[in-house]
């Protein structure tokens, strides 16, 4: 299995970035796709975006579509999440997975990494 580390949340105002780093050990990080997902307080845990195995195809959540962009540096097991005009529905605790090749859902996941918008 893989283990997954989130980094680089943290309190920004309104329009402002952030980049979230995935780090990843364990089994071999270019075989897993990817994904960023966020759960609001008394939220559902939703999809931010997803990333398949060479980057090729990159999946976002309507709500972030032109603000985020999702990355992958399969040389350094590492996945990113830029975030651009960050707003204050953004506020959440992010999380990265990697999706099982094997089932195909998502069973790999970090402990999160807590964003806030202030407005």
């Known amino acids: 299995q893989v283990q997954l580390v989130e980094s680089g949340g943290g309190l920004v105002q309104a329009g402002g970035s952030l980049r979230l780093s995935c780090a990843a050990s364990?089994?071999?990080?270019?075989?897993?796709?990817m994904g960023w997902f966020r759960q609001a307080p008394g939220k559902e845990r939703e999809i931010v975006a997803s990333?398949?195995?060479?980057?090729?195809?990159?999946y976002y959540a309507d709500s972030v579509k032109g603000r985020f962009t999702i990355s992958r540096d399969n040389a350094k097991n590492s996945m990113y999440l830029q975030m651009n005009g960050l707003k204050s529905e953004d506020t959440a605790v992010y999380y990265c997975a990697a999706r099982s090749p094997s089932t195909g859902t998502y069973a790999y996941w970090g402990q999160g990494t807590q964003v806030t918008v202030s407005s």
């Open positions: 990333i398949s195995q060479s980057g090729g195809y990159k």
């Open positions: 364990g089994r071999t990080f270019s075989h897993y796709h």
